[in-house]
T-cell receptor, first 114, second 114 residues
């Protein structure tokens, strides 16, 4: 079945450091890929998405490129801020198998130190 | 737009009591999801509806859990009887149908079963 695997946290970085959170997926169809962010005490909210191979999603300085050849959707940011401290979830939605279902990764906690 | 509305925001109850969580999705969204989030198990999909019809309830942990969607603007998740291991944050999310569409999460209901 479909699945999403993302790197375990927590990830601790200093302010202005470069961030990479790895995400790989398996899917039977042609999934759309998403990154969601969850700030403390809140629900998840969409950070960025990509719906087809080679698409790049971007938002708030974060980027991720849909790589079909490596089945990956790694999240990157060139210079993190303390306000980026949150839990990040990679997710897919598979539209090729006749069902519409979201699969979330386990989440990666990011802590940015001033 | 008010977003997804959940009530109550916090619920504290005693073991054996019935608990009902409520959700109002965003108007016009025809997919609705119930999730449970805990530190141990992360984010789990319990059930999802499309056009008010339950499509996949394989994540519902046991018969003590039930969910209904009597109309497009209201859904409930009921636990009867509740147990301490049901303590978690329960999220409702809604989405337009279609795999490329994001889910919009509510603020969650924090349930504590004593």
């Amino acid at each position: 079945g479909d699945s999403v695997t993302q790197m375990e946290g927590p990830v601790t970085l200093s302010e202005e450091a470069f961030l990479t959170i790895n995400c790989t997926y398996t899917a039977t169809g042609y999934p759309s890929l998403f990154w969601y962010v969850q700030y403390p005490g809140e629900g998840l909210q969409l950070l960025l998405k990509a719906t087809k191979a080679d698409d790049k999603g971007s938002n708030k300085g974060f980027e991720a490129t849909y790589r079909k050849e490596t089945t990956s959707f790694h999240l990157e940011k060139g210079s993190v801020q303390v306000s980026d401290s949150a839990v990040y979830f990679c997710a897919l939605s598979d539209r090729g198998s006749g069902t519409y279902k979201y699969i979330f990764g386990t989440g990666t906690r990011l802590k940015v130190l001033a | 737009d008010a977003g997804v509305i959940q009530s109550p925001r916090h619920e504290v109850t005693e073991m054996g009591q019935e608990v009902t969580l409520r959700c109002k999705p965003i108007s016009g969204h025809n997919s609705l999801f119930w999730y449970r989030q805990t530190m141990m198990r992360g984010l789990e999909l319990l059930i999802y509806f499309n056009n008010n019809v339950p499509i996949d309830d394989s994540g519902m942990p046991e018969d003590r859990f039930s969910a209904k969607m009597p109309n497009a603007s209201f859904s409930t998740l009921k636990i009867q009887p509740s147990e301490p291991r049901d303590s978690a944050v329960y999220f409702c999310a809604s989405s337009p149908s279609g795999a490329g569409n994001e889910q919009f999460f509510g603020p969650g209901t924090r349930l504590t079963v004593l």
